[in-house]
């Protein structure tokens, strides 16, 4: 008689009290899981920068300008390898809720310094020719029902009025990381437009995107960016895209302490219920245990019966939560596509579960462990269902 | 502290079938447990094969009680969900047997208290003398020297208990074993070789049936 059979068919005598414990740990793992992979999420940006990548903004702010002509400076600097620049549009798709990132971008730098974001040549090409062309991410096309060729208008609401685009390409991440919702247009575009309409915001730049040759060298290349404008009217700060992105993710640093919290409250809600259970069970069965100990089993082999139990209850609802959670990501990202365009249950959080779940089945039993190692072999016996 | 047993001693011969009577509350079980090395004295010693168990640590007296000790309970105290052979099987866990050895030693005590055809049964699904049954082929399946029992027959009707005492009767005679039993049936005491009796702590002199 196997061992592992005598605690499966232990952990199974109450099946219904078994079955809801088991369940209790799927819901909770499965809720551990999501909220984990929100915060995953949240920094999904964070993960997709590039090493090669900084990027150059008004030490300001991120939300006041820097001149145009800032861009053959930077590119003059020793260790960077290609220059592009952008603005955040901002601009609402028929209605506030269809909200994803939309940029004017430098048509022909951007895809060589976003190489992770691929691209058929003919339809580079395409939007190369055409002023008024756009490239969306696949999600953001799929999401919409756009197709090549088909006119999106952008009611802008940094730069007012409605912007009338003309989709010539979709683009596909080329690492799971990448972010597939992205809207981008010509950048030349936005700034004819405030020429025509002759606005004081004309030939000026969010940010610039900056290629560098050698990553160690990043933190030096960013200071000789700063240096070509310190005390000029719009000073820069410089940082690695991992930097710049995670100043971003900072801003939302309360939120994420607060989903880490619950997500660990969980872990110890299911502590308690599986504690319960198992102790429960144990208690139900002194006398059996009075049995083992007569027969001649000794506190090793008692201890692994109940930790075995305990453990067995948890690994099956760890299992059964891990596998709810795929598909229950998968719902949830579609449905929150808009605000997280990267929503992958990690490997980590799947390692977490099982490194909790194992944690939780051991702590479980050792209150139960230790008092019937404790308990007097004739106590025991007397003891009947 | 209220003492239980007190200024008890008594030998046991190799092969006696010893019967320990006497009132609810006289001790009888606490001594039993106490020759099976399930429960320490406060004081004294007991030797067991020129072997004190009472200087010995709970490990050492659980891997003492695996090899001597054969246990045969009132309420037989068979896992319920294990099969017949499984709860039989379960002490030659502890020993170094192979599977098909294991097997071989569970069928034979299966079939020594005549249950080879319920090996597959779970307790459920035995009577109460089957049960005891199966509780014994437990207790002799390791081969040991003791078979303690704590009133054995005290949960069965007339005619399984007189299997049961038939049955541990042959087990003394044939296999030799030394059996120390508690009981409150006199009939079930006839079977023994001696029978003691305990009151309010006190063991009387041992007497033969002949005299009982």
């Avoid at chain 1, 959080?349 to 702590?363: A, C, E, H, M, N």
Wanted: hydrophobic letters at 45%; a neutral charge; proline letters at 3%.
């Amino acid at each position: 008689m196997h061992i592992l059979k005598i605690l499966f068919k232990n952990a199974f005598r109450h099946k219904l009290r078994t079955g809801l414990t088991i369940i209790s740990i799927m819901i909770a793992l499965l809720a551990f899981g999501l909220l984990r992979t929100v915060i995953n999420a949240w920094y999904a940006g964070v993960e997709a920068s590039s090493a090669y990548r900084l990027v150059t903004r008004n030490a300001v702010s991120i939300i006041f300008p820097l001149p145009f002509s800032y861009k053959d400076k930077i590119r003059q600097v020793d260790g960077v390898s290609e220059v592009s620049w952008g603005n955040w549009f901002g601009g609402i798709y028929i209605d506030e809720k269809n909200f994803f990132a939309n940029f004017a971008v430098d048509a022909r730098t951007y895809f060589d310094l976003y190489r992770e974001y691929g691209i058929s040549d003919d339809q580079k090409t395409a939007f190369m020719r055409d002023r008024k062309g756009f490239v969306a991410g696949r999600k953001l096309a799929q999401r919409f029902g756009w197709k090549i060729g088909d006119t999106v208008v952008l009611k802008g609401t940094i730069f007012p009025g409605n912007w009338e685009f003309v989709m010539r390409g979709i683009y596909r991440g080329r690492d799971p990381n990448a972010d597939e919702t992205v809207f981008v247009f010509h950048w030349d575009y936005l700034n004819e437009s405030l020429k025509k309409a002759s606005s004081t915001r004309v030939d000026q730049v969010g940010f610039y995107m900056v290629g560098i040759r050698d990553p160690s060298r990043a933190i030096s290349t960013a200071d000789s960016v700063d240096s070509l404008f310190k005390n000029s009217y719009a000073e820069t700060i410089t940082e690695t895209e991992k930097a710049f992105t995670l100043g971003f993710v900072a801003m939302s640093d309360a939120i994420i302490t607060a989903i880490e919290l619950v997500s660990f409250v969980v872990i110890i809600i299911i502590l308690a219920v599986v504690a319960n259970t198992v102790a429960m069970a144990v208690r139900e069965r002194t006398n059996e245990y009075a049995v083992f100990k007569t027969l001649g089993f000794g506190g090793w082999r008692i201890s692994g019966l109940i930790l075995g139990e305990s453990i067995v209850i948890t690994m099956m609802g760890c299992a059964f939560g891990i596998a709810a959670t795929y598909p229950a990501a998968e719902a949830f990202g579609k449905a929150m596509g808009a605000y997280f365009p990267v929503f992958h249950v990690s490997l980590r959080t799947i390692v977490l579960d099982v490194v909790f779940s194992l944690t939780v089945g051991i702590l479980a039993s050792l209150i139960p462990i230790y008092r019937t190692l404790k308990m007097r072999i004739a106590d025991g016996l007397r003891m009947v269902e | 502290m209220i003492p239980v047993l007190s200024d008890i001693s008594f030998d046991i011969s190799e092969g006696e079938f010893l019967a320990l009577m006497g009132p609810s509350g006289s001790g009888k079980s606490t001594l039993l447990n106490l020759i099976a090395g399930i429960d320490q004295p406060d004081s004294g010693s007991i030797m067991i094969g020129g072997i004190d168990v009472t200087t010995m640590s709970e490990t050492e007296l659980a891997h003492w009680r695996a090899l001597n000790v054969g246990f045969i309970f009132q309420f037989y105290n068979l896992i319920p969900v294990l099969t017949a052979f499984e709860n039989v099987e379960l002490p030659l866990i502890l020993t170094s047997l192979s599977r098909d050895e294991r097997r071989e030693h569970v069928e034979m005590a299966l079939k020594v208290v005549g249950l080879s055809d319920r090996m597959d049964h779970y307790p459920g699904q035995l009577s109460g003398g089957q049960e005891q049954r199966v509780a014994i082929a437990r207790a002799i399946v390791t081969d040991p020297a003791i078979l303690v029992a704590d009133e054995p027959t005290g949960d069965l009707d007339r005619v399984s208990a007189e299997e049961i005492m038939d049955l541990m009767d042959r087990l003394n005679r044939e296999s030799k074993k030394t059996i120390i039993m508690v009981t409150h049936d006199p009939r079930a005491a006839k079977k023994a070789h001696v029978v003691r009796h305990l009151d309010k702590g006190i063991l009387t002199n041992a007497h033969s049936q002949d005299t009982l």
